[in-house]
């Protein structure tokens, strides 16, 4: 089993970290266009591994697509990181040529390949890799949910003063800070609803914190986030290539399910072997489902900038 991440910085490395930690292949492959940035990174992560008992081989590469052939799962992370006051809208530009080449690059060398995108605006990268690349809808998975979902239970821990782990709450929607949606009325904690424990006032102001989640610590740090974002991604693979069918919530190809058509968007999926194997349809009442037309519209007025760009 090989596993790439493209993509060195502060991402690519911490989702690179959990990978081989986790222990989930034999080979990780990690790749940069700076140059000696993604060996210096692997030489690191090598270094550790008497410290954290793992065995993964690491490799290094600047731009060398050769040393990823054979990959079962590419991570992608490249791009642009948000700057304070940036949205991930403004990436479009920039971002979208830097996907477009690393899955072309990329399907040369492992054609048989699952790409999983982080780089953001996530939603219209998914759409991008999966226009441009040709291949079945279930090979292509973009990350956003499982972070936003994240946020959404830290921000529930918070004000409940509980386990993380003991909470159900799913974030569907557009990975964005207007367009994502904390299901503040499905969310539990150990089956209970957390709607019989916090006031609206309160679920209100966690599901407002949780869509600005990712601004919040961009204005923070000064740049994206990496430890969640590392970690989400890792999980995600995590399911792939150990067959757990946990169901996430990611950015997948809608064909009818949802009311959607021709747009990827975040809904719960089964995630196995083959990528995303199912999609789960949650009984959304009428103010949820309306907010996830407004976000499919959101996206889709993101995804018709890529028609207007030279790439």
Sequence with gaps: MKITVVGAGAVGATCADNIIRKELCEDLVLLDIKEGFAEGKALDMTQ???????????????????????????????????????????????????????????????????????????????????????????????????LDSSRFKTYLQMAMGCSQHDLQATVIGGHGDTTMIPLTRLATCQGVPVSKTLSAETLSKVAADTMVGGATLTALLGTSAWYAPGAAGAALVESIVRDEKRVFPCCVKLDGEYGQNDICLGVPVVIGKNGWEKIVELDLNDDEKALFVKSADAVRNMNSVLATLSI
Excluded: W
Aim: with cysteine; proline share 5%.
């Design 48 to 146: 550790t591994a008497s410290l954290l008992g793992f065995d993964t081989k690491v490799t290094g590469s600047t731009n060398d697509y050769s040393k990823t052939a054979g990959s079962s799962v590419v991570v992608i992370t490249s791009g642009i990181p948000r700057k304070p006051g940036m949205t991930r809208e403004e990436l479009i530009g920039i971002n979208a040529g830097i996907v477009k080449g690393v899955c072309e690059n990329i399907l040369k060398h492992s054609p048989e390949a699952i790409i999983v995108v982080i780089s953001n605006p996530m939603d219209t990268m998914t759409y991008l890799a999966l226009q441009s690349t040709g291949l079945p809808k279930n090979r292509i998975i973009g990350m956003g949910g499982i």
